[in-house]
């Protein structure tokens, strides 16, 4: 079941979430394709930390880590958009082992861990945070590491400072002084790996949660060989984990291609075969059903992926699922798959071209298509046709699909670049035009038109402090303002102005141009609301050379507070008779001295004070009309001060009975008012209504004060 749309993404199911961010299995309804992203709400430095995850990431292109397609701003919140892998954390594995992992799998998912690192440390990246819940296995298998959102280049002098999860970090992490390198990674393998061995960490402390108890533990425990626990594990196995373990960084791996060469030569030695590893159960969603939405060839077979059951339809669908079929090349499932088919010749084929180092993926993918067959040239001056018509008749969706076909296919044209970026620039995919346009610029820095065209967006990107304005409740007639932040995301100059508004609301200025941040003065107007009382919303629309941005408004109207002139036929009468019960006992206390009746008269008078004020307010009368029965409560507490006083000097005995039948009955009824106003806050009811029982109730309660007066 669809969870709603976050821009082009149809999020269907919660793959997990933090602190600041949720990971949702989606769909991308552009190109159709599965995946995860995650969506970040995020501001300043915490917000740069999650830009900075997946810059890292995308610039670390391996079988072992997770691929970034792109990263953009929809509203006030950052979006990730990432690769899904079918399947389940290590973590997970390791709770549900419930005890060791087989040595086979333990010494294959170490080596995949190893491969990750070894690429990313090769592009002066380190992890920083490697522990089981930031690795991934697939259903087939392969390992992929997530989460480089602690990740540091190295040489740019950064400290680690304790950002790793305490289990997995190295002694040198603890210390405020010590310097995160390729080699804590390696220590964070170090422990994964006697995990997976034994089913224990080698440390263990009494307070999780307490950071120095585990430096204490890291920094002075004894560290067990693995075998101590299982019997069967090899010396061998042993030496490599507790090498990954050694304190003194002069005995630790020093890279993690050494740590990866003795896993590979313990397998080689000991015969172990990642084939023939158990195959991990499928992930699940959060309501228990199983996703079998596959997104990465690495997890399941060409044909599941692209819809082929042979090489006539793989070439057909490659076209148009690009990225699944250049990582089923890259990655051998292709080849497999091929001599599966008994297509042996071409399956040598697609093995000469994924071990050529000398050209990218995608151009790998242009070489298989081009020897099985495919006239690309001629198939990529097609689609830009196609292309070209679709932009003209304004389905620019469709265009952008087709002409990025063209672009994979020949990207030696520049014009197919052109065609792209337009046809992204009508859907206001900025961040794909700017892409687009750079990768055109790269492959034809001479081409004046790309490069134009570059300069003219000049990477500016409109982003909102805020996508949602509500000016909560105005009176008709009133005003309100809110300032709302237009933010330069990207380079350049940000030219804008307001396309469109609602006719009650005004933004200042209409026109803009800024480097960094432009404010906005958005004002509701709720005297142009012809339409009365009642719930308004509307969008503002901002055209920008960093793309279309919209922000949508809303505000409540009330109609004006009633005057006193409107309300005086009932408010004064009520009014009188709310004083009534004082006026009775000031009269018989004058008759009968020696009885001061005036005293549960005030008290009387002050109770019913407070159900008038409960009138006036649903009624909507104004401040003046709301004070004085506001004040005239005052009553109560004085009278029941006084009858304290008259008590301890023995006259207000007398008082007693007649404070019993007069004072409850109002207390009584102020409690069914507040039932009512919780019931019904905006109205109190009918508000009439409670006006004649007040009405009744202060000529009942009177002329009880005055026979009880009598009485006595």
């Not at 088919?341 to 151009?363: C, F, H, M, N, Y």
């Not at 102005?497 to 003065?521: D, E, K, N």
């Not at 005036?598 to 709301?626: F, T």
Request: hydrophobic share 45%; net charge neutral; charged share 20%.
């Amino acid at each position: 079941m669809s969870l709603g749309m976050l821009g082009k993404y149809e999020r269907l199911d919660v793959l997990g979430h933090g602190a600041s961010s949720i990971v949702y299995l989606a769909r991308d309804t552009l190109l159709r394709r599965t995946v995860a992203i995650k969506e970040i709400a995020a501001q300043g430095e915490e917000k740069s930390r999650f830009l900075e995850e997946a810059r890292v990431l995308d610039r670390l292109r391996h079988p072992n880590i997770v691929r970034v397609n792109s990263v953009d701003t929809i509203g006030a919140k950052v979006v990730i958009d990432m690769e899904f892998v079918e399947g389940r954390n290590l973590q997970d594995v390791l709770r549900d082992a419930d005890g060791p992992l087989a040595l086979a799998q333990a010494i294959d998912i170490g080596s995949q861990i190893c491969d990750g690192l070894a690429f990313a440390h090769a592009h002066h990246t380190v992890h920083r945070d490697i522990k089981p819940a930031n690795i991934l296995i697939g259903t087939e298998g392969r390992v992929k590491l997530v989460d480089f959102g602690l990740a540091e280049v190295l040489g740019t002098n950064s400290y680690a400072g304790g950002a790793g999860t305490y289990a997995y970090m190295a002694p040198e992490d603890y210390g405020g002084d010590a310097r995160s390198d390729a080699q804590s990674d390696l220590w964070s393998v170090g422990v994964i790996l006697y995990e997976m061995l034994t089913g224990r960490r080698p440390f263990s402390v009494a307070r999780p949660k307490d950071p120095f108890a585990w430096q204490r533990a890291v920094s002075e425990e004894t560290i067990v060989a693995p075998s101590t626990f299982v019997p069967e594990i090899p010396l061998e196995a042993d030496r490599i984990a507790l090498k990954a373990l050694a304190r003194d960084k002069a005995q630790r791996y020093q890279s993690a291609e050494a740590l990866l060469a003795d896993l590979r030569a313990l397998t080689a030695k000991l015969g172990l075969s990642a084939v023939e590893l158990p195959p991990l159960p499928p992930a699940t969603s959060p309501n228990g059903s199983s996703m079998q939405t596959p997104c990465d060839p690495m997890t399941t077979e060409p044909p599941t992926l692209i819809g082929a059951s042979d090489i006539d339809q793989f070439l057909n669908a490659a076209t148009e699922d690009w990225e699944d079929a250049r990582l089923a090349l890259v990655t051998g499932a292709l080849s497999r798959w091929l001599i599966d088919l008994g297509e042996e010749p071409l399956a040598r084929v697609a093995r000469a071209i994924e071990s050529d180092t000398a050209i990218d993926e995608d151009q790998k993918l242009r070489e298989f298509l081009y020897r099985a067959g495919v006239d690309t040239t001629g198939t990529a001056r097609r689609e830009a046709g196609i292309g070209s018509r679709l932009l003209r008749a304004g389905a620019y969706a469709e265009a952008a699909s087709v002409l990025r076909r063209a672009v994979n296919l020949d990207p030696g044209r520049a014009s197919y670049y052109l065609l792209l970026a337009r046809a992204l620039g009508a859907i206001n995919d900025n961040t794909a035009v700017i892409e687009v346009l750079e990768q055109g610029v790269a492959r034809h820095p001479r081409h004046g038109a790309l490069r134009r065209e570059l300069k003219l967006r000049g990477g500016a990107h409109a982003g909102l402090s805020q996508d949602d304005v509500d000016f909560g409740i105005l009176r008709h007639g009133q005003t309100r303002l809110q300032r709302v932040l237009l933010r330069n995301v990207g380079h350049g100059l940000l030219q804008g102005r307001v396309a469109s508004l609602p006719g009650w609301v005004h933004v200042t200025p209409m026109t803009f141009a800024t480097r960094h941040r432009q404010p906005l003065t958005v004002v509701a107007d709720a005297s142009m609301l012809l339409d009365g009382p009642g719930d308004y919303s509307d969008v503002i629309v901002l055209e920008t050379t960093g793309g279309k941005r919209e922000m949508s408004v809303r505000v409540r109207v009330l109609p004006p507070r009633r005057q006193f002139a409107e309300i005086f036929y009932w408010y004064l009468v009520l009014g009188a008779l709310v004083a009534l019960p004082l006026v009775v006992g000031l009269a018989l206390t004058l008759a009968h001295p020696a009885h001061p009746v005036y005293v549960a008269g005030m008290i009387l008078s002050g109770l019913l004070s407070a159900s008038l004020l409960a009138v006036a307010c649903a009624a909507d009368a104004g401040w003046a009309e709301r004070f004085a029965p506001a004040a005239a409560i005052l009553l109560a507490p004085a009278g029941s001060i006084l009858f304290a006083q008259l008590s301890h000097s023995g006259r207000g005995g007398d008082l007693t009975p007649m404070l019993a039948q007069t004072a409850v009955p109002s207390i009584v009824l102020l409690v069914i008012q507040a039932a009512a106003m919780v019931r019904a806050p905006d109205s109190l009811g009918r508000w009439q209504l409670w006006a004649c029982i007040l009405a009744a109730t202060c000529v009942a309660l009177s002329y009880v004060l005055w026979k009880s007066a009598g009485a006595g």
